[in-house]
C-alpha cells in the first residue's frame, strides 16, 4: 500500500507516470524504506494507466463486495422474536460479572486510577 500511495502521491503532484525514482523520493522523506521489487511492480502495472479510470474500476469492484452488514441485522432480530422472558437473566449475569471484576481489583491492591 505504501507503494501505491507514493505513486498517487506523486500523480496528484504533477508527474503523469511516476518512476520509481520519484516513488523512493516520497518514501524517503517520510523515513521508509523501499523495496525495488515492489516498487517496478507498482509502475509497471500502472504505466500508461489513467490514475483516476484505475481508482472509478476499482470502486465498481469494491461495489460487489458483500461488507457483511445482513449477518448483523438477522442476529439482532431473533432474540426479539424469542421473547422479552431471557432479558433478565442476562441483566443479572451482566451485574455479577461486574461485581466480580470490581473484586477482583481490590484484591491486586491498587486501581487503575488511584
Given at each position: 500500500m505504501r507503494y501505491v500511495a507514493a505513486y498517487l502521491l506523486a500523480a496528484?503532484?504533477?508527474k503523469e507516470s511516476p518512476s520509481t525514482g520519484d516513488i523512493k523520493k516520497i518514501l524517503?522523506?517520510?523515513g521508509i524504506e523501499?523495496?525495488?521489487?515492489r516498487m517496478g511492480k507498482v509502475v509497471s502495472e500502472l504505466?500508461?494507466?489513467n490514475v483516476e479510470e484505475v481508482i472509478a474500476q476499482g470502486f465498481s469492484k469494491l461495489a460487489s463486495v458483500p461488507s457483511g452488514g445482513a449477518v448483523a441485522v438477522s442476529t439482532s432480530a431473533a432474540p426479539a422474536a424469542g421473547g422479552?422472558?431471557?432479558?433478565?437473566?442476562a441483566e443479572e449475569k451482566k451485574e455479577e460479572k461486574k461485581e466480580e471484576s470490581e473484586e477482583s481489583e481490590d484484591d491486586m491492591?491498587?486501581?487503575?486510577f488511584d
Open positions: 496528484l503532484g504533477g524517503d522523506s517520510v523501499s523495496d525495488d521489487t504505466s500508461g494507466k422479552s422472558a431471557p432479558a433478565p437473566a491492591g491498587f486501581g487503575l
